[in-house]
């Protein structure tokens, strides 16, 4: 831990350094418009805490999937069996159950699972990642702990071509290209990935180190985008198609193993977007068919499913007064579910109903109130309303904001229909968030981008399946919990001679656990909830010089419980894992020329996310990339 407290250290320094010739990052917080609170309002004027992961960020992590850059640059949790296996957002201290993940504004959790493996998506397949933590149900439906919405838009006049070579037989191909003719514009991406994934691993039982059986894995995944734009007039076609075969590696205990799992899903989103008078509208249909299907010859288990989705939005939003942004969204979800493990298909209907405002109450003070009304087909009508601030101290330096709003989470088809403990009865749970934070930018006094948020959530009717009749567990609506805790984000970019110096840090605390008794002496209230760390930061610094450029990633997680009764002999140990990479370009005329070594874990640090779960000692990945823009976008 001494290397970690001198790369804290440092980070320390950077912040604390204030230096004349500063490179301001400022462009980050004031010019993006966030899409997943769905205010058209930059960063820095939002009512909650909103991270963005743009295009630079997510390169750095070429080769590994989307979970790999929302624990490098956010508070996220990502709890991972192994690389290729399931890995799931905790956020807040809640489950992947609780967040909602949108890709283009649309929701791609899996019907039955509630949840998202964030380890089937790859970093380079999208262009930017927004995490909002107080854009939940009242502004997306189900979900409690905000949202990671992704975005994939090609860059016109650009082409991209790479090939990735890592530790374990790890094989990348990746690449993208765009054209645009006249008011026409067209792109395709898409990465071919096999990896052997046979990583070495520290045995904590043996002592000793073993090499990964059973964990091979592919990952083919493509899109296809068409626009089309005319004065006021815009429309997007985006296609994408993700297929993944991986082999599912057992506990250290087990062995090898013998599962495996087969995942393909195909999403279409159409979105047209025009004016009418002084009303903009936009219509958007979303259809997506996935597979998931899992095997085990050991256990005799074979799980086939296929899920069908067809969502319709429709909005409109009117300038009222200069000071007052209307906007009304009506929505209707339609959701298929077949599959061997329940008695017959299963369907879930959605409608809703949606306002939201931005009012300008005077030029330091923003006011955001919104209400959505859903009516679920399969467990009634939730209700979601919420209420924001931000108030500019400094316009564009230093500002305060809050929120408050009701949230809910609707049962999965697994909690409702599974053959052996689903319920039907079950009621959504429901929540209460509060959130406030205050940030300063790098405009006052040159010290960096800052952000400090407070947040508390209390959740009633949570879903927990708990031992029933026999040997089978039920879903049932009793859990009490609370969560509450504080995050700070910051960075600073800055020039000292002809180097460029850029560094970035989140850390959180969370305190998450079970606030009411469920039986007579219940041993678990008022513990951490299991998985779940307190501590977590992470951290980059990178500088840049000419043609050479260089990064350090650090990583650390306080210990976890696997158990509510948080037993002393329990912990899983706390890890800090260190990463780093060195790039060389070259630019030839129009064409830029990349290759970067990439080396995880260069400490060598035993440690599990998951308990009995290994993950991989010290490993590499070398890329190659070729990039050629014609004229200006």
């Known amino acids: 831990m001494r290397f970690l407290s001198l790369f804290l250290g440092v980070l320390l320094w950077l912040s604390a350094n204030v230096v004349a010739q500063v490179v301001s990052d400022t462009l980050e917080m004031k010019e993006i418009t966030v899409t997943s609170t769905r205010y058209r309002i930059p960063i820095i004027k939002q009512p909650s ?71 089937l998506m790859r970093s380079g397949s999208f262009s930017s990642v927004e995490i909002s933590s107080g854009s939940g149900s009242s502004t997306y439906g189900s979900g409690i702990s905000g949202s990671v919405s992704l975005s994939s838009t090609v860059k016109s006049r650009e082409f991209l071509l790479g090939q990735s070579l890592g530790s374990n037989s790890n094989y990348i191909t990746f690449g993208n290209a765009g054209f645009e003719k006249g008011n026409w514009l067209f792109g395709v991406n898409g990465s071919i990935q096999e990896n052997e994934n046979n990583y070495r691993y520290y045995d904590r039982n043996t002592e000793q180190e073993e090499n990964r059986r059973h964990a091979t894995f592919d990952n083919n995944q493509f899109q296809v985008q068409l ?62 068919q996935t597979e998931l299907d899992y095997f085990d010859p050991n256990r005799t288990i074979e799980s086939i499913s296929t899920g069908r989705e067809w969502n319709n939005e429709f909005s409109s939003t009117i300038s009222v007064s200069p000071d007052f942004l ?79 709003s009701r949230n809910f989470r609707a049962p999965t088809f697994n909690d409702l229909y599974w053959p052996q403990g689903g319920n039907e009865n079950l009621n ?81 605390y969370t305190r998450s656990m079970i606030d009411k008794a469920r039986f007579n002496d219940d041993a678990a209230v008022g513990n951490q909830l299991p998985n779940v760390p307190k501590w977590k930061y992470s951290g980059s610094i990178s500088a840049s010089k000419g043609k050479l450029s260089s990064s350090l990633h650090g990583n650390f997680v306080s210990e976890r419980y696997s158990t509510e009764q948080n037993s002393l002999r329990d912990p899983e140990p706390a890890y800090f894992v260190l990463d780093a990479s060195i790039n060389y370009s070259k630019t030839v005329q129009e064409t830029v020329v990349n290759l970067s070594l990439q080396v995880n874990n ?32």
């Not at 579910?337 to 017959?344: A, F, L, P, Q, S």
């Not at 995050?487 to 460029?500: D, P, Q, V």
């Not at 260069?602 to 070729?626: A, G, K, M, S």
């Open 326 to 404: 209307l906007t009304n969204i009506v929505s209707a979800y339609f959701t298929e579910v077949r599959t061997n493990n329940y008695e017959d298909t299963k369907y879930r209907r959605v409608l809703s109903q949606q306002f939201t405002a931005e009012i300008q109450a005077s030029s330091k003070l923003g006011v955001f109130p919104s209400f959505r009304l859903e009516h679920y087909s399969d467990f009634g009508t939730a209700v979601s309303p919420s209420f924001g601030v931000n108030y500019q101290i400094i316009n564009d330096e230093i500002y305060v904001h809050s929120l408050i």
């Open 49 to 119: 805490q909103t991270i963005v992961i743009d295009s630079a960020k997510l390169a750095g992590t070429y080769g590994q999937s989307i979970g790999e850059a929302l624990s490098r640059y956010s508070s996220i949790f990502v709890r991972s069996n192994a690389p290729g296996a399931v890995s799931v957002a905790s956020f807040r201290g809640f489950g992947g159950e609780q967040t909602r993940v949108l890709w283009e504004g649309m929701p791609i959790n899996h019907s039955m699972l509630g949840v998202l493996d964030l380890s």
């Open 602 to 633: 260069i400490l060598d640090e035993h440690y599990e996310v998951v308990r009995l779960y290994p993950q991989p000692l010290r490993n590499f990945l070398i890329t190659l990339t070729i990039k050629h823009r014609t004229g200006s976008s």
């Open 428 to 508: 959504a749970e429901t929540a209460v968030l509060i959130e406030a934070g205050i940030g300063i930018t790098d405009s006052w006094k040159g010290i960096g981008d800052h952000h400090l948020a407070f947040f508390r959530t209390d959740i009633s009717n949570g879903i927990r399946w708990t031992p029933g009749s026999g040997a089978f567990f039920q879903a049932q609506n009793y859990l009490s919990l609370l969560s509450y805790g504080v995050e700070w984000k910051a960075s600073k970019s800055l020039k000292i001679g002809s180097f460029y110096l850029n560094y970035f840090q989140s850390t959180s």
């Open 227 to 288: 626009g089309w734009k005319k004065e006021d007039k815009r429309f997007k076609s985006k296609l994408w198609y993700l297929k993944s075969d991986h082999e599912i590696p057992e506990n250290v205990f087990v062995g090898s193993g013998t599962s495996r799992q087969h995942d393909a899903a195909l999403r279409w989103l159409n979105s047209l977007n025009f004016r009418s008078g002084d009303v903009q509208h936009e219509v958007k249909t979303y259809l997506a």
